[in-house]
């Protein structure tokens, strides 16, 4: 049977003049022209991803979605409606989320995380805000200092909701992040602590590394990229945490013990705006 809500590979078993038919155990599916691979002829095999139409039928494309089903995805809401909201997800027809499926009613133009799933009832791919009963931290299998993949799911007063490895959600502290992270970023981060209520925090600093390497660290990045560049940096003292990050990845704490002990050692000046490799 066809795996709606995923990839399948089919074979072409017509032309027609809008198109292609692709052969399947649930009746041939249209595959749009406008989606036919260049030289496609009948008889070859294509990997297509397969959902229904506006008018409830089966369609292909060549397309890929930013989720399938079982898979979590920060998308777009493009429009809202009595009966629900729709998301960009990188096809021609954007994703339902039935109202009953938001956490909070949804705003054109704002990005929500949401988890794909294939709604028995309709039997279409649609999408849910409410994503308590898609995660596990009832059982988590993870230690504290593993390395993990996040998702910004979401924004509180006191931090950031992240999404590890698309298995749990944990929370990363607003006075712990030096860089600007809006919903849909992704980061490798550090599992924290794991709480005996089992809600995870998670920092983006890898375990393990004590002030002083972290400071020689930060020192050999910052010489690597004054001698790689034209011998100064529009950094300072007096330079927001934001830019600090966006131009060396650090926090500006790091950065002034860094500035400090190469300033001690003789090898830059430090200027109220800049900072310079020293001459001589």
Known sequence: MVDLGNYNELEIARE???????????????????????????????????????????IATTLEPYATIGEFACL???????????LDWGLEKDLLVPLNNQKNKMQVGRKYCVYVYLDETSDRVVATSKLGKYLHNEDIKLSEGDEVQLLVAGLTDIGIKV?????????????EVFQDLRIGDKATGYIKLIRPDNKIDVTLRKPGINQ?????????????????????????????????????????????????????????????????????
């Open 212 to 280: 002083k390497e972290e400071k020689d660290d930060a020192a050999d990045k910052i010489m690597r990229s004054l001698e790689q560049g034209s011998g100064w940096m529009p950094l300072s003292d007096n330079s927001s945490p934001e830019d600090i990050y966006q131009t060396l990845g650090m926090s500006k704490k790091t950065f002034k013990r860094a500035i400090g002990s190469l300033y001690k050692a003789g090898k830059i000046t430090i200027e109220p705006d800049n900072i310079r490799l020293k001459k001589g």
């Open 16 to 58: 027609v003049d809008f198109g292609v038919y692709l052969s399947s155990e649930d009746g041939d599916i249209l595959l749009p022209g406008k989606y036919l691979p260049e030289g496609a002829k009948v008889g070859d095999k294509l990997r297509v991803f397969i959902y229904r139409d506006s008018e409830d039928r089966m």
């Open 76 to 86: 777009t809401c493009t429009d809202e409606t009595p009966f629900g909201a729709f």
């Open 163 to 175: 999404l590890i490895n698309s298995e749990y959600m944990g929370i990363l502290y607003k006075n």
